[in-house]
């Protein structure tokens, strides 16, 4: 049954069982191995993307539920790196191995999408259930509040910019 929906901004068409879940078809079917298996039971975090901008587990959600929606990998955060949270992750060197990564990132942008200034215990509320087995949950934290700065000084940037095109327009 052919299941259709948009992927990191493109129509994407898909005929799968309605019950493969997202990771499989995202990796399998459509190539987009920066979402990676860690558990299958959606304990881990490493298999997180968005729908609709919300964080889930993709190995445990069915292709049918993502009929119509949005969904986002980290290879839809940005082509050169440039995303606040990818900025941040980079400058503070997060990554050891690097196969929680993508997943500790998407959870990430989530909780700076829904708290632009989060405190410590935001952030460890937010990325509990994402498992480092490097131990790098110190580094993630700092590149956390690190990216929440990137991101309110784009946000000042386009504000003023904004402000300059409107008074242009005038």
């Known amino acids: 049954m052919p299941v259709t929906f948009t992927l990191n901004g493109k129509p994407q068409t898909v005929d799968v069982s309605p019950q493969m ?45 993502v009929a119509g929606k949005s969904v986002t990998t980290i290879e839809g955060l940005s082509s ?23 997943g500790q990132i998407m959870t990430a942008v989530g909780l700076l999408k829904k708290t632009a200034h989060p405190t410590d215990a935001d952030i460890d509320e937010a990325m509990h259930g994402n498992i480092c087995r490097c131990g790098t949950y110190q580094a993630i934290r700092h590149a956390v509040h690190l990216a929440a700065q990137y991101q309110a000084a784009a946000n000042r940037n386009a504000t003023v910019a904004q402000n300059v095109a409107e008074g242009d327009a005038a």
């Open 80 to 102: 050169d790196n440039s995303h606040p949270v990818q900025r941040a992750w980079i400058e503070v060197d997060v990554p050891q191995c690097g196969y929680c990564q993508s």
């Open 21 to 65: 879940p997202l990771l499989w078809v995202l990796r399998d079917s459509l190539g987009m191995t920066g979402t990676k298996f860690g558990c299958g039971m959606a304990l881990c975090g490493c298999c997180t993307v968005h729908i609709n901008g919300q964080p889930i587990r993709s190995c445990v959600t069915p292709i049918s539920t």
